[in-house]
């Protein structure tokens, strides 16, 4: 079935420093991909998408690319901040494997110290 | 529009107890889905409905029901609590057609089960 795998955290950085968090997924046909954050005592909310190959997303200064070659939709940022900690999940839709439901990587804990 | 709407935020349950916990979207969406969040574990699929009258299991079904009597609501039902139903409960909706379709989150509900 579908899945997806993502980095094991907890991460810890520096204000200013170059975060990554790697995601690569299996799925049948064309799944479309997301990244979504979970602040403390929040639900999740979306972060970015990419609904096919090659597409990037982007927002709040993060973006990740949809790389079909690889099965991978890496999270990348150039410059935390605090405000950035949180719990990343990266997830992936499929209506052909999953009938329309979210399958969601364990998430990363990112930590950004001043 | 107030999105996905979750009832309570929290609850602390006896074992064996009864309750239901409350969704309900204002997004006119078909799909909704209930997970649980574990440490570690990432978010799992526990319910989901692809329409009023029509639901199915998800990864982790057991000790849960569900029914969707409506489009708008969609209520999961412990039937008898156990302390490993203790986690942090997610509704989710999805709206169908497009090219994609993103899930919104409700804000949650953190139960315990003593």
């Known amino acids: 079935g579908d899945s997806v795998t993502q980095m094991e955290g907890p991460v810890t950085l520096s204000e200013e420093a170059f975060l990554t968090i790697n995601c690569t997924y299996t799925a049948t046909g064309y799944p479309s991909l997301f990244w979504y954050v979970q602040y403390p005592g929040e639900g999740l909310q979306l972060l970015l998408k990419?609904?096919?190959?090659?597409d990037k997303g982007s927002n709040k200064g993060f973006e990740a690319t949809y790389r079909k070659e690889t099965t991978s939709f890496h999270l990348e940022k150039g410059s935390v901040q605090v405000s950035d900690s949180a719990v990343y999940f990266c997830?992936?839709?499929?209506?052909?494997?999953?009938?329309?439901?979210?399958?969601f990587g364990k998430g990363t804990k990112l930590s950004v110290k001043p | 529009n107030a999105g996905v709407t979750q009832t309570p935020k929290f609850q602390v349950l006896k074992t064996g107890q009864s309750m239901t916990l409350q969704c309900a979207q204002d997004m006119n969406h078909e799909y909704m889905s209930w997970y649980r969040q574990d440490p570690g574990m990432g978010l799992r699929l526990i319910h989901y409905s692809v329409g009023a009258g029509i639901t199915d299991q998800g990864e982790v079904p057991n000790g849960y029901n569900v029914s969707r009597s409506t489009t708008e609501d969609f209520p999961l039902r412990l039937l008898s609590a156990a302390p490993s139903q203790t986690s942090v409960y997610f509704c989710?909706?999805?709206?169908?057609?497009?090219?994609?379709?993103?899930?919104?989150f409700g804000p949650g509900t953190r139960l315990t089960v003593l």
């Open positions: 989710a909706s999805t709206g169908a057609g497009g090219t994609y379709n993103e899930q919104f």
């Open positions: 997830a992936l839709l499929n209506y052909g494997g999953s009938q329309g439901n979210l399958i």
């Open positions: 990419a609904t096919k190959a090659d």
